[in-house]
Nanobody
Framework: QVQLVESGGGLVQAGGSLRLSCAASGRTFSNYVMGWFRQAPGKEREFVAGVSWSASSTYYADSVKGRFTISRDNAKNTVYLQMNSLKPEDTAVYYC????????????????????WGQGTQVTVSS
């Protein structure tokens, strides 16, 4: 079992930045691929970014590529999402998710591919 707790959300003006954190506890953090998803009002949850267990590989949704950066610190059991040049359409509840390593694959963008989820943190971008 892995417990995930997000923090760092808030209200920011368009063009601003926020850094989300997700602290994990319960199991060996470095055994998990980590991802960030988001869900805007009235929309389905969507993939935002993912990072391999060793942090050597990252991948992003096209909508955030070049603006968001995912990273992890395995010594601190924490994954981060640095969000720059925020837009009103980035407004959503942001969730972190963990997938136990099962093979050498690290590219996972579907909700059902992840094993554990945090409770979410609200990000609101005003225009």
């Amino acid at each position: 079992q892995v417990q995930l707790v997000e923090s760092g959300g808030g209200l920011v003006q368009a063009g601003g930045s926020l850094r989300l954190s997700c602290a994990a506890s319960g199991r060996t953090f470095s055994n998990y691929v980590m991802g960030w998803f988001r869900q805007a009002p009235g929309k389905e949850r969507e993939f935002v970014a993912g990072v391999s267990w060793s942090a050597s590989s990252t991948y992003y949704a096209d909508s955030v590529k070049g603006r968001f950066t995912i990273s992890r610190d395995n010594a601190k059991n924490t994954v981060y999402l640095q969000m720059n040049s925020l837009k009103p359409e980035d407004t959503a509840v942001y969730y972190c998710a963990a997938r136990l390593r099962r093979s050498s694959s690290y590219y996972f963008t579907k909700e059902y591919e992840y094993d554990y989820w945090g409770q979410g943190t609200q990000v609101t971008v005003s225009s």
